[in-house]
């Protein structure tokens, strides 16, 4: 009998909730990112940042969702078109890091960047913030459990460490 076997899937996204501070002529940059795997959840972050940022001038959003990025979305919120959800998303696309979303908040310094400044600005301020944040490999796992004689312990034991596999001995 012939099984087949299906790829295994693996992806990086961020381990938790991150957030990094960016400062340009004056105007700060606050970049919030989430992990998320559906877009409901991303929706919600985004709620929930637009709440506590209430006051700025701009919360501007991109999200990449699946193991391959199947699913993205972008909002320059206010922005000239294209100088900001786009760059976010372009950065996320381009790290390969998913099933995460990401908020920029902008408070407006008084300065005009102009739009190539805008968008290195935001795509900055997201490509920094993965950098910094704690991230995770995520990937399919198979739980193998086996008897063994004790006289072979010492063997396979090596075996599991030279591959750096996670195991746990019980002996009865």
Partial sequence: MCESISPIV???????????EYVVEKSRFITTICPCSTEEEAQA?????????????HNCTAFALGPK????RSSDNGEPSGTAGKPMLEV?????ITN????????????KLGAGGLIRAYS???AETLRLSPKELHT????????????MYGAIERYVQDQKL???ASFG
């Avoid at 399919?140 to 006289?151: G, P």
């Fill in 100 to 111: 995460v979303a990401v908020v920029v908040t902008r408070y407006f310094g008084g300065i």
């Fill in 10 to 20: 693996e992806f990086t996204s961020v381990a938790k909730e991150f957030r990094h």
């Fill in 140 to 151: 399919t796992r198979t739980q193998l459990q086996a008897i063994i004689d004790y006289s």
């Fill in 166 to 168: 996670h195991y746990e």
């Fill in 92 to 96: 996320l696309k381009k790290t390969g």
């Fill in 45 to 57: 972050f985004i709620g929930r940042i637009n709440k506590e940022f209430w006051d700025a001038r």
């Fill in 124 to 126: 900055h301020s997201v």
């Fill in 69 to 72: 990025q199947e699913q993205q």
